[in-house]
């Protein structure tokens, strides 16, 4: 059966109508198209990107007014049944338009951005003489044609895997559909296409003549020349006849950088024989149970979820390993990839464009079974999943700021009923709403108590800044860490320095009248950059030099305040010339493959501290580590954010637990001006279920999740009145359109109330029943859509926001 009519959702900026619209399909290409192949599309004045999502063969359109589709971009199609129908389920879950769904599930390589994909190798053992690229099916490139128009470069360009425009070569080459680099192998397959030609040359007739009785096998070329006596150049130029090709391998870039050695499965404590026994239990039944595996640090989780994701593979079937922000724990990575070797992918933000579209193929192609990798990776276009495993499932780095603002342990659970298999959410410190599921059946608790070697948990110091100051001590250590750190440089182990920068940076302040240099487009400090000697926002990427005099009341008595990593590192080596100090940042990690190094050196004892930011709270496992400092606790509780105190609580322990993971007991420094918090005395323990019930407690009396449950509604404008005044409405109508047992709370401003150059106000919606939630919310979007936008204002609705 073959379809003429094909319904596209179409990539337009404005989106109008989040419907599919209807196209014709040419009739060269109503043997080839399928639905969840992408094609381009006229929309009004415009060629779009669309995707087809379903083949018809009559449509209400107007014959005269129906319009055919312009190409096919994909040969095969890039999206699954599967995947269309997690599409329509995240529209309606997150309120998104559907093209964003769609898109958010491919590579970028594949998005409207890039649309063409380069996929090419990285490896220097491939001269652009090996290479041929191809252009859709069909059309083959050699170097040589790259060579006559003049654009080796940019051939050599595209082997090096950096991802180039290709329009230059889509002028010459005409209608490109894709550039895949393949590797030429030195098989030869005979093909019947063109035998008939006729040939004068004797030579290649003889050869013809024989290659009739080999027609479709795949020979090396040696073999033909024995059994024929043909010279190379007789089969050259048969092949170039077309009558005969040489095999071509697809070849990928690989973005591990090293080989790793084999490891093979521990023999289990009886506390992780437990927990893994109840997950295989249930891939046996099979059934799509969500599991809360709950362990403290170093209980040996990770071993659990290699010996999960072996029973899967026995099975023939895949599984997806997600963690949060991988490209920062390389050595989590490298647990995989010892175990598992080549059956692994790895998807994290690291890799560049052609990379991820390269492991995106790898296993979409079944090359692979196992995928490592950041939030993004739960749409790894797996078909036969057996497990989905999401590591420290408390993550804030799990849930997608942008449309489709999705969490990935919803997608995981979707995809897990779809294929019947279970999904393990693992962490030492769940996240409060996992946990309450949990208790109240939704998820199967796991529980592991005792670290996998029975190693004490570390033992926790609080150091009271307060008395410090009244000691005279104004540095940024207190006397304990300062104790603690020389007695580990004089015993020779390691240490962790870690220091909390969400919210916290270096800024420049003006002494005299107590000015800190802003960004000129959003309400936040610049950051002071030692090494570029600038000023930058975190937020847009302004940069500024750093002003020699106050701008507001020109005294030049400017000073650099607050704690930046450089400024601890130059601290520490003030006080201790002689100890060795690796310093991880995003100023230290620019260039591929630094955290590696950085890791490396420090694993293989080049250094005595690792100092660093969030990066370095999660997933460290080396033994010589016996110290961990948290040098300000206090940061990350003072954000305007319900989970502050959660989040706070989570990454003391998550910390905490680098320290002592082997033999050598572990100690941790928290240094703190609020030692009495209930986050920080709760953190001392490392007792998650006492701050659980503390946490609850408050959430249930200020109304908040996992009682009650949220939704954030933002606005923003370049007029700061036009934002407020919209803001205004929005809660208005949601007030006149809600039920009364619904709270909002707004508008108010946004917590950074200005971002690049716009205004922004919220309203913040409360409730535990309202099925009108939904429908209200579109229809509001509706509204928007429809005149809002026309005033400037842009609108924002997020159902689950990870900060308020
Ligand atoms: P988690 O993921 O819970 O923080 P890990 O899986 O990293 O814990 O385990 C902590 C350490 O204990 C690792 O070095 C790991 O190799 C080791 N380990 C885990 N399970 C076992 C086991 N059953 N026997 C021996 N060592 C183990
Ligand atoms: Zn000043
Ligand atoms: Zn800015």
């Known amino acids: 059966m073959s379809f003429s009519v094909a319904e596209v959702i179409v990539d337009v900026p404005t989106y109008h109508v989040d419907r599919p619209f209807d196209y014709e399909v040419p009739t060269e290409w109503v043997k080839v198209i399928e639905v969840g192949s992408r094609v381009k599309v006229p929309f009004g004045p415009r060629n779009v990107l669309g995707f087809v999502v379903g083949l018809k063969n009559d449509t ?46 491919l590579p970028s390589a594949l998005r409207a951005k890039y649309e063409k994909v380069v996929n090419l190798q990285d490896d220097q053992a491939i001269l652009p003489e090996q290479v041929q690229v191809i252009f859709g099916k069909r059309r083959q490139v050699n170097f040589k044609e790259f060579e006559k128009v003049g654009l080796l470069p940019l051939l050599k360009q595209l082997i090096e895997g950096r991802l180039v425009k290709i329009e230059n070569v889509v002028k010459q080459q005409g209608n490109v559909k894709e550039v895949r680099m393949v590797k030429i192998t030195d ?29 479709g096998e795949v020979l090396k070329p040696q073999q033909i020349y024995e059994e024929t006596g043909v010279s190379p150049a007789v089969l050259q130029s048969v092949v170039d006849k077309g009558a005969a090709r040489f095999i071509q391998e697809e070849v990928y870039r690989d973005p591990f950088t090293k080989d790793v050695t084999r490891t093979h499965s521990l023999r289990l404590t009886e506390e992780q024989a437990i927990a893994l026994k109840a997950i295989k239990k249930s891939m046996e039944a099979p059934s799509a149970t969500t599991f809360l595996l709950q362990g403290v640090t170093g209980s040996g989780k990770t071993e659990i979820y290699l010996q999960a994701i072996q029973k ?309 496992d080396f033994p010589n580590i016996t110290l961990v400092g948290v040098l300000s606790a206090d940061t990350s509780l003072h954000i305007p954010d319900y989970r502050a105190a959660e989040r706070t609580f989570q990454l003391l322990t998550q910390v905490s637990g680098r320290a002592g993971r082997h033999e050598k007991p572990g100690e941790v420094i928290i240094q703190t001006y609020t030692p009495e918090h209930y986050a920080i005395e709760l953190a001392k323990t490392q007792d998650y279920e006492p701050f659980y019930e503390r946490e609850m407690f408050l959430r249930r009396r200020s109304g908040y999740p996992p009682y009650y449950f949220v939704a954030l509604v933002q606005v923003s404008h370049e007029d700061v009145m036009m934002a407020a005044e919209y803001a205004g409405r929005a809660g208005d109508w949601l007030r006149g359109n809600l039920s009364n047992q619904v709270a909002i709370i707004g508008p108010t401003a946004a917590s950074i109330s200005r971002l690049q150059n716009r205004y922004r106000y919220q309203c913040l919606i409360k409730y535990k029943i309202e099925p009108n939630l939904i429908p209200v919310l579109q229809r509001l979007l509706a509204m928007y859509r429809a005149e809002w936008v026309k005033q400037g204002i842009l609108m924002t609705v997020d159902l689950d926001p990870s900060t308020i």
């Open 312 to 620: 899967v593979l026995d099975e023939g079937k895949e599984a997806i390993m997600l963690v949060p922000e991988i490209s920062l724990t390389p050595q989590m990575t490298e647990r995989f990839r010892s175990r598992f070797g080549e059956m692994v992918a790895v998807m994290h933000s690291g890799l560049s464009v052609g990379e991820k579209y390269d492991e995106w193929r790898k296993i979409q192609q079944g090359k692979v079974s196992v995928v490592v990798g950041a939030r993004s990776a739960i749409f790894a276009p797996f078909t036969n999943i057996g497990l989905i495993i999401l590591d420290e499932e408390h993550e804030s780095t799990y849930k997608q700021e942008d449309s489709p603002r999705y969490h990935a342990r919803d997608v995981a659970i979707w995809r897990s009923e779809y294929y019947k298999c279970p999904v393990i959410l693992g962490s030492a410190t769940p996240a409060l709403e996992s946990f309450a599921r949990a208790k109240k059946g939704v998820y199967t608790l796991l529980t592991l108590k005792q670290r996998a070697m029975k190693q004490a948990l570390p033992t926790v110091f609080v150091a009271d800044m307060r008395e410090e100051l009244q000691k005279g001590n104004r540095s940024m250590f207190s006397e304990q860490l300062v104790e603690g750190i020389r007695m580990r440089l004089e015993r020779k182990e390691q240490m962790v320095l870690f220091l909390n920068r969400r919210g916290y940076s270096s800024f420049v302040l003006c002494r005299d009248c107590g000015t800190v240099v802003q960004c000129p487009n959003c309400d936040i400090s610049l950051t002071y950059h030692r090494t570029t000697e600038k000023l930058k926002c975190h937020y847009c990427g302004y940069e500024e030099h750093v002003p020699q005099i106050c701008p507001q009341c020109q005294s030049e008595h400017i000073r650099y305040f607050g704690t930046g990593t450089q400024k601890v590192e130059e601290e520490i080596y003030k006080l201790f010339p002689e100890a060795r100090l690796l310093r991880m940042d995003v100023d230290t990690t620019k260039h591929k493959g630094a955290h590696e190094e950085i890791l490396q050196a420090f694993g293989e004892g080049q250094a005595d501290i690792l100092l660093g930011t969030q990066m370095i709270a999660k997933g460290l």
């Open 60 to 105: 209400d359109v107007p014959i005269n007014k129906i319009k055919p589709i312009s190409n096919i971009l994909d040969m095969e199609p890039v999206l699954t049944a599967e995947m269309l129908s997690l599409a329509k389920w995240l529209k309606n879950e997150t309120i998104c338009y559907e093209i964003d769904a769609l898109q958010v599930m």
């Open 187 to 215: 098989d030869i397959q005979i093909l019947d296409v063109a035998m008939q030609e006729a040939t004068r040359a004797v030579k290649q007739r003889s050869l013809i003549d024989w290659m009739r009785g080999h027609l």
